[in-house]
């Protein structure tokens, strides 16, 4: 049912195209080109890891076109996303309608949703992430064989191919091995010892390869943004305020809030009194006792969250930390779903009993209002995105189809290199460039260092400057700037943009 949402959201204008999405897309082309791992500028890509532009190369070797690539293995990804929390919830939980009930809220979450309609990485990632975890737990809560943790470790690699940010993975998985206390340390280290190596081999020889090209381990990230420690937070804190979001409800963080302290107090009355529930309700062949099940997951949802916020310190994250923190969904929910399902069953009698119950019922009742409501929100989108395409910063929706800047670069074939503040929608556009035709203007200190860049071009370059508000980059000047600059001329003013030569 996920795929199928995903597959009629992107039927029409396909996936959702934005400027990361034409570096994976253009990529991947130039690798069955034979170009190598490079961009439409002809940029070697370090910054991100291989794993999905080889993807997505793999899947057009079968003739499938570059635009359809991303949809259908998006969709793919979130189907099987799930499919997995729904078989690992049936394993885990006692309530089979606590564990039909979680899944359909990761089946309408908007985050979930928004990302598998997307040309991006994201869906891969967390599909990786959920297996790596799964195998992970059936590992350590079953002390299961050799195989298991090999599973598991092929998927942590796979995971941090993906994304930079799978090396939190490594590391949750290394840190759970070693403080696994029923085993002797020698048996720990061993094990923690291997699973470091199978995961982290692939991810040091992609960064040696990085160190190589570029000089850094995955690419030039220099670019701070000033943000605080205490700014991360308050960007946590809107995240989990927009994934709890129903749509036209106000006030729905005082549930947030509400919801996060009741399932806090059914952690502690779970921990505490777990043991007593184990004896009374001992586990079958699907169930597992206790809330061991939950601790890779919740670990890394912790691990991770904590990682982006320290990461979006020293790193421009700022305007994607939403983005950036999607992957903790899945394993937030499904830490929650077990540990209300162990929290349900507990012992007790009167009033005890009776305030149990009122504390489930009002978590669940509002998981279910936030996932009905979420589903309907989420079938306007799709019928939104069918009927008219998308709307925002994609590169699809009718903003850019009726871009005369566009149109102009169309029907006027320009010769030499163009740079632009958005030149990944001039690529998007066109398709059939050479690599290297279209690149990003620099982002110099000052004016007069833009103006030494384009004295020193032999090229004669055209600059397209796109007034498109949604192009969000750090230049300290604007187009009139570069006008006034000598030897620019202009060549079209245009409703949208501005084209200028340079003499």
Same mark, same amino acid.
């Given at each position: 049912?996920?795929?199928?949402?995903?597959?009629?959201? %992107?039927?029409?204008?396909?996936?959702?195209?934005?400027?990361?999405? %034409?570096?994976?897309?253009?990529?991947?082309?130039?690798?069955?080109?034979?170009?190598?791992?490079? $961009?439409?500028?002809?940029?070697?890509?370090?910054?991100?890891?291989?794993?999905?532009?080889?993807?997505?190369?793999? %899947?057009?070797?079968?003739?499938?076109?570059?635009?359809?690539?991303?949809?259908?293995? $998006?969709?793919?990804?979130?189907?099987?996303?799930?499919?997995?929390?729904?078989?690992?919830?049936?394993?885990?939980?006692?309530?089979?309608?606590?564990?039909?009930?979680?899944?359909?809220?990761?089946?309408?979450?908007?985050?979930?949703?928004?990302?598998?309609?997307?040309?991006?990485?994201?869906?891969?990632?967390?599909?990786?992430?959920?297996?790596?975890?799964?195998?992970?737990?059936?590992?350590?809560?079953?002390?299961?064989?050799?195989?298991?943790?090999?599973?598991?470790?092929?998927?942590?690699?796979?995971?941090?191919?993906?994304?930079?940010?799978?090396?939190?993975?490594?590391?949750?998985?290394?840190?759970?091995?070693?403080?696994?206390?029923?085993?002797?340390?020698?048996?720990?280290?061993?094990?923690?010892?291997?699973?470091?190596?199978?995961?982290?081999?692939?991810?040091?020889?992609?960064?040696?390869?990085?160190?190589?090209?570029?000089?850094?381990?995955?690419?030039?990230?220099?670019?701070?943004?000033?943000?605080?420690?205490?700014?991360?937070?308050?960007?946590?804190?809107?995240?989990?305020?927009?994934?709890?979001?129903?749509?036209?409800?106000?006030?729905?963080?005082?549930?947030?809030?509400?919801?996060?302290?009741?399932?806090?107090?059914?952690?502690?009355?779970?921990?505490?009194?777990?043991?007593?529930?184990?004896?009374?309700?001992?586990? $079958?062949?699907?169930?597992?006792?206790?809330?061991?099940?939950?601790?890779?997951?919740?670990?890394?949802?912790?691990?991770?969250?904590?990682?982006?916020?320290?990461?979006?310190?020293?790193?421009?994250?700022?305007?994607?930390?939403?983005?950036?923190? !999607?992957?903790?969904? !899945?394993?937030?929910?499904?830490?929650?779903?077990?540990?209300?399902?162990?929290?349900?069953?507990?012992?007790?009698?009167?009033?005890?009993?009776?305030?149990?119950?009122?504390?489930?019922?009002?978590?669940?009742?509002?998981?279910?209002?936030?996932?009905?409501?979420?589903?309907?929100?989420?079938?306007?989108?799709?019928?939104?995105?069918?009927?008219?395409?998308?709307?925002?910063?994609?590169?699809?929706?009718?903003?850019?189809?009726?871009?005369? %800047?566009?149109?102009?670069?169309?029907?006027?074939?320009?010769?030499?290199?163009?740079?632009?503040?958005?030149?990944?929608?001039?690529?998007?556009?066109?398709?059939?460039?050479?690599?290297?035709?279209?690149?990003?203007?620099?982002?110099?200190?000052?004016?007069?260092?833009?103006?030494?860049?384009?004295?020193?071009?032999?090229?004669?370059?055209?600059?397209?400057?796109?007034?498109?508000?949604?192009?969000?980059?750090?230049?300290?000047?604007?187009?009139?700037?570069?006008?006034?600059?000598?030897? !620019?001329?202009? !060549?079209?003013?245009?409703?949208?943009?501005?084209?200028?030569?340079?003499?």
């Amino acid at each position: 049912m996920g795929t199928a949402h995903a597959l009629i959201r %992107t039927s029409t204008h396909g996936a959702a195209i934005s400027a990361d999405s %034409t570096g994976y897309l253009s990529t991947a082309m130039n690798l069955l080109a034979g170009e190598g791992l490079r $961009n439409f500028n002809g940029v070697e890509v370090v910054t991100q890891p291989p794993l999905f532009h080889l993807l997505l190369a793999f %899947t057009m070797l079968f003739g499938i076109e570059p635009l359809e690539t991303g949809r259908l293995v $998006n969709a793919a990804a979130f189907g099987l996303t799930i499919l997995a929390s729904g078989l690992w919830l049936r394993r885990s939980l006692r309530s089979r309608l606590l564990a039909l009930f979680a899944t359909l809220s990761i089946m309408a979450a908007h985050s979930l949703n928004h990302y598998a309609g997307a040309f991006l990485s994201e869906a891969v990632f967390i599909l990786l992430t959920l297996l790596a975890l799964i195998w992970l737990e059936s590992f350590l809560d079953r002390k299961a064989d050799w195989s298991t943790l090999l599973c598991a470790a092929l998927f942590t690699a796979l995971a941090a191919l993906s994304r930079y940010t799978g090396v939190v993975l490594i590391l949750t998985g290394v840190m759970l091995l070693l403080a696994c206390r029923e085993m002797a340390f020698s048996v720990r280290l061993k094990r923690a010892a291997v699973f470091g190596a199978v995961t982290s081999i692939p991810l040091a020889a992609v960064m040696a390869r990085n160190w190589l090209i570029s000089g850094l381990p995955t690419g030039d990230r220099s670019s701070a943004t000033g943000q605080s420690i205490a700014d991360s937070l308050r960007q946590t804190i809107d995240v989990f305020n927009q994934w709890s979001q129903i749509w036209r409800f106000p006030n729905w963080d005082v549930y947030l809030w509400t919801a996060a302290g009741l399932v806090a107090l059914a952690a502690a009355s779970a921990a505490v009194l777990s043991h007593r529930n184990s004896t009374r309700h001992p586990p $079958n062949e699907y169930t597992s006792s206790g809330l061991w099940p939950a601790l890779p997951f919740g670990a890394f949802a912790l691990v991770y969250m904590a990682f982006i916020g320290i990461a979006a310190t020293l790193t421009p994250l700022a305007s994607t930390y939403s983005r950036f923190m !999607v992957p903790a969904y !899945v394993p937030l929910l499904l830490t929650g779903a077990l540990l209300l399902d162990r929290f349900l069953p507990m012992g007790g009698e009167g009033r005890i009993d009776r305030a149990k119950w009122v504390l489930a019922s009002i978590i669940l009742v509002g998981v279910l209002a936030h996932t009905g409501i979420s589903a309907q929100r989420e079938l306007r989108l799709t019928a939104h995105a069918v009927e008219r395409g998308y709307s925002g910063n994609a590169y699809n929706p009718a903003y850019w189809n009726d871009s005369e %800047t566009l149109k102009y670069l169309r029907a006027n074939r320009l010769e030499g290199r163009i740079f632009s503040n958005a030149p990944s929608i001039l690529w998007f556009s066109d398709m059939t460039a050479a690599v290297g035709r279209y690149a990003q203007i620099p982002f110099p200190v000052d004016l007069d260092d833009l103006a030494r860049w384009i004295k020193g071009d032999s090229g004669k370059p055209t600059i397209v400057w796109f007034y498109a508000p949604n192009l969000q980059y750090p230049y300290r000047y604007s187009h009139l700037d570069i006008r006034s600059l000598p030897g !620019v001329e202009t !060549v079209a003013e245009l409703s949208d943009g501005v084209v200028l030569r340079v003499r």
